[in-house]
């Protein structure tokens, strides 16, 4: 059955590859809904949540069974052997998620997890970056720098990732609008198995979506979502970023441009990530102390937008932020292009910073001025008026 699915075209087995992997999330999640409301598993708010009822969680069960029916049928394009190791590497992820949505588990733990799932991987001469090319200077990487590099590349983009899962709709637009630029670029540099892989990924997060905004049947992805998600962002980053040169031309991609745009493509958890652990770092705590610091918390606290409304304009910043800076390296130096960059997201971060400022000066102004109103004097002016 397989052989007949590898043997459709591209397009038609794209169309049955988004649609399959749709099809299995929107029919899994209601069932994960109805287990979770009857075991009481759900997630309970707190100070820093952004909902007020109970919701279930663990929706990321149903990206599980997704990704691996999708990577049975995507086995006719893999010519590395590449979905056998990710299977593994998303059931050592998974499991660590299911422990986490559950009962918890610490954050060494959970980077433990993403560090075992990287060594079934990290072998794939389509993963292992393993030469600069010159970039500043250097060549060919010493295996162990190879290695180390694929490490925190994996590690990095997973908790960025699961750190944008603040709002309804948040992570899965985002992630929709990230795996919609992957699959532009490996379409191009004819990598069609990371084609299909992040359409998969669209499949699935598209029908998730449809419930993580309903009021109805909400569910959230939790940790077992996110992780395999983001998981799946940084394999493609890696194979992003080991794209020969040939490959990244065809693509109207300079060489060196590639390290910048891969910090554009993961633009907002890669900005927001960096502004709440300087923040949490400046106020003396952890980087990993939990706050309502994030960008999508200010949209909604300060910003008054609904969570949808947040969400959809994080994921279209996001993709105009890629178009500009695609378009740009098609006429500039990469070393024009970097200092746009970091000029790009010094002004991003100083103008959340203003608005969260803002907003917080507003607030407290609004707080004083109820307390004083429920003062005697407070109440006679209010009488004169």
Not at 94 to 108: C, M, N, Q, S
Not at 291 to 303: A, F, Q, S, V, W
């Amino acid at each position: 059955m397989q052989h007949l699915y590898s043997s459709l075209s591209l397009e038609l087995l794209a169309i049955f590859i988004v649609l399959q992997s749709f099809v299995v999330s929107y029919l899994v999640i209601p069932r994960i809904i109805a287990i979770v409301r009857i075991k009481n598993l759900m997630d309970n708010p707190n100070q820093r949540s952004s909902h007020k009822e109970k919701t279930p969680t663990m929706g990321g069960v149903a990206f599980f069974a997704s990704l691996l029916s999708s990577l049975y049928f995507l086995q006719g394009h893999d010519t590395q052997g590449l979905s056998l190791s990710l299977v593994i590497g998303l059931l050592i992820l998974f499991y660590i998620g299911i422990k986490d949505d559950l009962v918890g588990v610490t954050p060494k733990t959970k980077i433990i997890g993403q560090i075992l799932a990287f060594v079934f991987v990290m072998d794939s001469s389509e993963l292992s970056i393993d030469t600069f090319n010159g970039f500043l200077g250097i060549y060919d990487l010493p295996l162990w720098f190879s290695y180390s590099l694929g490490v925190f590349i994996i590690i990095s983009i997973v908790n960025a990732y699961n750190l944008i899962d603040g709002i309804n709709g948040s992570a899965s637009m985002v992630g929709i609008m990230i795996f919609s630029i992957f699959s532009f670029i490996f379409y191009q540099t004819k990598d069609y198995y990371f084609v299909l892989l992040s359409l998969s990924v669209i499949g699935c997060l598209l029908a998730f979506l449809r419930y993580n905004i309903s009021k109805k049947m909400g569910i959230f992805m939790g940790d077992t979502g996110s992780l395999l998600i983001g998981f799946i962002i940084g394999v493609c980053a890696l194979r992003f970023l080991n794209l020969p040169v040939e490959r990244l031309e065809a693509a109207n991609i300079k060489y060196y441009n590639k390290f910048v745009l891969i910090f554009i493509i993961l633009f907002i958890p890669f900005v927001d990530t960096m502004r709440v652990f300087l923040i949490r770092v400046l106020k003396h705590r952890s980087p990993f102390f939990a706050d309502r610091n994030h960008i999508h918390h200010i949209m909604i606290d300060y910003m008054g937008l609904s969570h949808i409304q947040a969400s959809l304009l994080l994921a279209l910043f996001n993709l105009l932020a890629f178009v500009f800076f695609y378009v740009a390296n098609l006429y500039i130096s990469t070393i024009s292009l970097f200092v746009i960059f970091v000029l790009f997201v010094i002004a991003t971060t100083l103008l959340v910073f203003y608005y969260n400022r803002s907003f917080a000066v507003r607030r407290n102004k609004q707080r004083i001025q109820r307390i004083l109103d429920q003062t005697p004097i407070g109440r006679k002016k209010k009488r004169k008026h």
